[in-house]
């Protein structure tokens, strides 16, 4: 019973990651009509922003926050000199020019950093254990992820729901030309949701640096699922998002951390814990195939 | 045949053709064995980049999973060859018919969806099946599988390199054939009209999605039998065969050729290699050492290309006619 709770808060936080970098991906798909294969670069680029100026600093937490204004940056600039130029062309032309992108971001963290992988220690004042219930210990820093993850996305969704921003974010996703024509700076506000979602991607690749490494290609993986969770949740939808986000992280781990047992019952233990995580994986793709099925549109997403 | 020498396209057309007809005799006239090998490469590649076309060029239908079926053909002829089938009477066709299962599958599922969608669940089921391949333990997992080639008693061995090359090319030349057959048919004429305007072609009465469906699967047998070829080619497999990277690369290759057009894949792939290949000492060139970082050039490439030119390779022999 403890070792299920344990592994469901380990999919909550997994989701919540997953949640970060989904959001800024639908924000973008849908404000502008962008497919964003480069986002997961952005993830990698602000675990390894994060890893120099944790070094310079000497504190996780300076570093981690000096780190997030620094993608704000590199996004905006990403925005102006590349993705300004395909919002207007067909998704083919964003997929190969994003797709170039990537190349461009691993191979530049090579020059820059060098091939082999960095690690981020888990900072010091995080690194121990707490006691979510009694007798029950599960990592500070694990908690600490939780915590964030969640902030954020109640401050997202308040963003969106509540503010001026938020609002006219939601207004250029249902008609990006009516409030070009309202006078509305719509080109301040394409760089403002791109650097937003660089800084969501980027916090997400900080806190899991610690919890895996950050190397070169860390966001392609992750991205796919990313991708995976927005088609599930409906394009567009930062609720279906954080929903789906949610399932696909309990998939992942509670498929982890149950399928060897299940699987031993009628295979080798070997064969067992090499497959299962394969199966795990391959169980959000069949889930994502059926709601498909059932919802073409996804769960939130708008019907047509 | 003497028409088409007269215009540029014609004549490059002709001339890459005879080229690639006669290379390993080159190969082997200028001691360049290496040459060989990239040259199977890209005409597998070639195989695979017209079948995507059939359905990206033509059919406007942006798969991006397409290497799946490179995994489908080359997990066909390992998984058989593990358990003592080496005979390629057997192998092929179940590989070529598993990719088509395959893609009528993906195909059903996928073609319900529109823009974005598609292209995120054709990576999605792409994906699916990778880590389907690196859970099989008993075919190598992460790492691959060692196999041995094919086997066609008496009629052609696959272990000569230059016999396998013409294998190719043969294969090459059947599906540029079957292409342009396709691209003029009455069948090809409803994929393309679908790409401009599917609603019209629904309502002049053709129903969309089964033609669309036959399109994807066909593409996908064609994509399972380069998938044979390349297990072959490198008597290897492995889940990297079908990593989403090469599908965006097959991507590449066919805008680079000029999508929805015959000989543009084959264009696209022969390009891709040439500059995989010579982007690095050309950037050693420049600087020692800046060759191993030669995609950062490339990526930037991409992106131009994306940006500037749609119509790829086909279009620098001018606009087509007709």
Redesign the interface.
Known sequence: MDYLLLQVLNGVQLGLLMFLLAAGLTLT?CIMDL?NLAHGSLYMMGAYIAWTLIGWTDSFVIGAILALPATFLLGVVVEAV?MR??YA?D???????T??????????V??IWGPAGKSIAVPQFLSHTVEILPGLPYPAYRVAIIAVGAVVAALLAWLVARTRVGMLIRAGASNRRMIAALGINIELLFSLVFGLGAVFAALAGLMAAPLTSVKIGMG?DIL?LA??I??IGG?GSIKGAFVAAMVVGQIDIVGRAFLPDFLKTFMSS??AS??A???S??LV??V??GV??WR???LFGQR? | MMAALRTPRGLATVVILLVLAVLPLLTQAFDQRYLLSIGTRIVIWAIAAVSLNMILGYGGLVSFGHAVFFGIGGYAVGILDAHGVSSGWIQWPVGVAMAALWAALVGALSLRTRGVYFIMITLAFAQLLYYVGVGLEAYGADDGLNISRSRFAGLVDLRDKASFYWLCFALLAATLWFCSRFANARFGFVIRGAKSNDLRMTALGFPVFRYRLAAFTISGAFGGLAGILLANEGAYISPAMMSWVKSGDLIVIVVLGGMGTLFGPLFGTIAFFVLEESLPPVLNLVQKGWGEYWQIVFGPMLVLIALYARGGIDSLFGRRHG
């Open positions: 798909f497919v590349v130029r395909l062309r998704h083919l032309d964003q997929v190969l020019a797709f170039g992108l990537i190349l461009f971001f691993n191979e530049l090579r020059v392609d796919i991708f995976v927005i088609v394009i070997a064969a090499s497959a995580p394969a199966i994986q391959v793709y069949v994502m195939a498909l099925i073409p549109t996804g047509t």
